[in-house]
């Protein structure tokens, strides 16, 4: 399975990331997302000062960063039996991009 992250703005003009297989197949800027296809979705939020958006953080790290990011805080939900906030997957991938 191939993840796609696709970087998009919500109603809210707010910069979100989306993932899922297929998200960006034979898609162009402008156009709608299928709802059904998304499997994940995350928001950083920010203020004007800051110089960082949800681009800029994401644009240096990978794909693979980001899968292997998923599987670590999928695999500790299942071990604590409790659910981890979606918002750590991004996080956890910038951790795993600077090492």
Same mark, same amino acid.
């Not at 796609?4 to 156009?31: A, C, H, S, Y």
């Given at each position: 399975?191939?993840?796609?992250?696709? #970087?998009?703005?919500?109603?809210?003009?707010?910069?979100? #990331?989306?993932?899922?297989?297929?998200?960006?197949?034979?898609?162009?800027?402008?156009?709608?997302?299928? =709802?059904?296809?998304?499997?994940?979705?995350?928001?950083?939020?920010?203020?004007?000062?800051? =110089?960082?958006?949800?681009?800029?953080?994401?644009?240096?790290?990978? /794909?693979?960063?980001?899968?292997?990011?998923?599987?670590? /805080?999928?695999?500790?939900?299942?071990?604590?039996?409790?659910?981890?906030?979606?918002?750590?997957? #991004?996080?956890?991938?910038?951790?795993?991009?600077?090492?």
């Amino acid at each position: 399975m191939k993840i796609f992250k696709v #970087i998009t703005l919500d109603q809210n003009n707010q910069e979100i #990331i989306l993932m899922g297989r297929g998200l960006g197949f034979k898609q162009r800027p402008g156009n709608n997302i299928d =709802e059904n296809l998304i499997e994940k979705r995350f928001s950083l939020s920010s203020s004007d000062n800051e =110089e960082s958006s949800v681009s800029q953080l994401l644009s240096n790290i990978s /794909l693979e960063d980001i899968r292997v990011a998923t599987q670590i /805080l999928n695999y500790a939900e299942d071990i604590f039996n409790t659910k981890v906030s979606d918002s750590k997957v #991004i996080a956890l991938s910038d951790h795993i991009h600077k090492l």
